[in-house]
């Protein structure tokens, strides 16, 4: 099937529209872009084209091929070809709608992988197929939509959380259908779950996350909380995984604790479980001997919040304590 | 070429301002954004032809994990290069 192709002459008109330029600039411009890109190509080999991607000239070495109607020898010339990768903002608006789904990894299908590496090295497109049968992949996707599900209807029915459980079973069924079909989901019922799914970051009790290639616990924060500076508050729940605050690693599952106020309008009991938060940092670092220790019991001192500071008085350094009082100044976090 | 190359070039042949270049290339860019999400491709002569194609969702074997994992499906952005850019730079 063909697909749908816009002609430069009506983009123009777009362009022209929207920005109120005239015509004939958008198409100079257009045009010189295109003449700067090829030279650009031609001198560097690379072109990075702002709000689009990145065009990249690649080489490819001179082989010998087979003509695949005749069988007879050719020798393949080494040519160049253009590369494109698209901008990260732009695959990421492109896949706005599948931004909530994350890769997981399906349980029990190691020891196939581990019985037949051969096979899955010289096939690799056969043997994802054929071992596993259709039904593992329904029910792993209805682990992902049962509790995004239950989520949705306990925010609907918030008052009366106990009629939503009686509840779930009739809305599964039409989800269901839906994931089943491999097109795009209706853009009808998308825009209504994700402004969702942003509010009960701070409603639920705690979520579940899997540390991710590049994660920190500042980023986390600065994720689910949309504030860095809140850190030692999920450090705190994760003693057991975490061993140094500044190093997780990939896979790591770690549970974000959730506020009773907002960021920026933080609870009393918000602002006592941070400051905990601060304290569990400051004894790591301690333990480590590092001088940014002192900064997160000063922190954790300057919030005036004695019953914390009481409760870990026997494993907090008192030269350290006198030394922090004297810092004047306070802490810009709440 | 860089982006800012780029803009002082189109600046000095077009006879802008660099910011009012760089303005005209964020919202034809913008447009151009829009227009592939709707699954529509974009023909510029003498460059190619952008399109966005849909994958779907698959088992993939990852080897850090020693263990098949499913990938969500995406939407992905494809440049086809005309035939006077590929002769010209072979």
Redesign the interface.
Known sequence: MM??????AK?LD??AE??G?SKQ??H?????????????????G????????R?R?KWHKARSGRNPQTGEKIEISG????N?K?EAK??E???RK?SH???????G??EQ??AEPAD?SIK?TDT??KP?SETP?HF?WLWLVIPLLIIILAYIFWPSPKVSETDIKEPIVSEEIDKDV???PDEAEQPESKPVIKEIKYETTGRQHTVMHGEQLWTISLDFYNQGDLWPNIYRMNLNEINNPDLLSI?NEILIPPLQGKPGNLTQKDIEDIAEGFIEVYLAYKKSNKGKALYYLWVAKKWNINEIIDKYSDRIDETDLELVVKIEGYPNIK | MTNLELIRNLSLSLGKSQAEIKQLLKSSTKIMRDILDKDIGITIPGLGIFSSYFKKERKSFNPYHNKFMLLPPKRIIRFHPGSSIKNELK
């Open positions: 697909k749908k192709k816009i002609t430069f983009l777009k362009i929207e920005t330029a600039l958008i100079d411009l257009l045009i010189e872009t295109v003449n700067l890109t090829r030279e650009g190509l031609n001198r560097d690379y072109v990075n084209l702002s709000g689009l991607g065009f000239l040519h160049n070809s253009v494109f698209a732009l695959r608006y492109i896949n599948y789904l994350q890769s997981e990894i399906i349980e299908e190691t992988a581990e899955t690799p994802p197929s596993v992949s792993k491999p097109v795009p896979g």
